[in-house]
């Protein structure tokens, strides 16, 4: 069964960077989808970020030129760079996984994530 864990929020200042981690425990299959989401407070959980098992790497319009997913050489850790941070960036973030992706993963809502982190907390104040 795949665990996941979220690390590396904190409180930064509009401008700022940080980077989040997302660690992978357990087995995946050989398709997946990873993403990041985000849920800011009385607002809809957020898409951020795509990294699927081809590498193919897709980005919400919103953070577009300012966040980067990666994932180690291992597989083990899902990577959020987040540059340029803004106030609207506040919210939890978390990182999921879809195992056996069938079809891109653009067409997965987030309810088709089959495991979730804890999930991290971003604060970008002015």
């Known amino acids: 069964q795949v665990q996941l864990a979220e690390s590396g929020g904190g409180a930064v200042q509009a401008g700022g960077s940080l980077t989040l981690s997302c660690e992978v425990s357990g087995d995946t299959t050989r398709t997946y989808c990873m993403a990041w989401f985000r849920q800011a407070p009385e607002k809809a959980r957020e898409r951020v970020a795509i990294f699927d098992s081809n590498g193919i790497r897709t980005y919400a319009d919103s953070v577009k030129g300012r966040v980067t997913i990666s994932q180690d050489n291992a597989g083990n850790v899902l990577i959020l760079q987040m540059n340029s941070l803004k106030p609207e960036d506040t919210a939890m973030y978390y990182c999921?996984?879809?195992?056996?992706?069938?079809?891109?993963?653009?067409?997965?809502?987030?309810?088709?994530?089959?495991?979730w982190g804890q999930g991290t907390q971003v604060t970008v104040s002015l």
């Open positions: 999921a996984i879809r195992t056996n992706r069938w079809q891109p993963c653009a067409n997965y809502r987030s309810h088709e994530y089959t495991t």
